[in-house]
């Protein structure tokens, strides 16, 4: 069983377009996460939500909007994609930060190509 | 400001010897520090982690040191097998944030 899945794994698009990506986690958590890895391989912390409340929203462009439509799920849409964007993104999810021995479960990623 | 740094891109170990990856970090008010491990194509994984209220953590192979003064922690892997080349992350967290603080990473190969 997929603790943590992200759907599609590839995405390649134009530059302008508009594009989501999925994730969902069968864990029980209330804790979810989307990072960005860049080019020099550093994981960025993008947005966290716990309980669908939004509780870190790292300066990222507003054209990336996140959505939680329940605990379970943690999805990341994407407006007017650009180059830069070019990346692979990976969610994450994890229990509240204060319970013992915390750790976050990652998703296997998405790899965008923005051409 | 990198807040966490692993300072060894790529390290090459030998099947059999011991592993030693290598983190350092600024912010004195981290109090939680994990380590990761990343195969390609994939996500990273949890493997380690330690309290600032200990310095040493052991799980099987994997040891993971803390030294507060000189803020640097360290992970290691004894004995290397070739199972564990991979990338390994060191992370970092305040008490109670939501947010954890990642170095760049470190590419361990072991070599036959």
């Known amino acids: 069983d997929t603790a943590v899945s992200q759907t599609p794994k590839y995405l390649v698009t134009q530059m302008g377009n508009d594009k989501s990506i999925k994730c969902e986690q069968n864990l029980g958590h209330d804790t979810m996460y989307w990072y960005k890895q860049d080019s020099k391989k550093f994981l960025k912390i993008m947005f966290s939500?716990?309980?669908?409340?939004?509780?870190i929203n790292e300066t990222v462009p507003n054209r990336f909007s996140p959505k939680s439509p329940d605990k379970a799920h943690l999805n990341l849409h994407i407006n007017s994609l650009e180059l830069g964007d070019s990346a692979v993104y990976f969610c994450a999810s994890s229990r509240p930060p204060d319970t013992l021995q915390e750790t976050q479960y990652f998703g296997p990623g998405t790899r965008l190509l923005v051409l | 400001d990198q807040q966490v740094k692993q300072n060894s891109p790529s390290l090459s170990v030998q099947e059999g010897r011991i592993s030693i990856l290598n983190c350092d970090y600024t912010?004195?008010?981290?109090?939680?520090f994990l380590w990761y491990k990343k195969y390609p194509a994939e996500g990273p994984t949890f493997l380690i982690s330690i309290s600032s209220i200990k310095d040493k953590n052991e799980d099987g192979r994997f040891t993971v040191f803390l030294n507060k003064s000189a803020k640097h922690l360290s992970l290691h892997i004894v004995p290397s097998q070739p199972g564990d080349s991979a990338v390994y992350f060191c992370a970092a967290r305040v008490d109670s944030n939501y947010q954890l603080i990642w170095g760049a990473g470190t590419k361990l190969i072991i070599k036959p």
């Open positions: 912010n004195s008010m981290f109090d939680y």
């Open positions: 939500y716990n309980n669908k409340e939004l509780i």
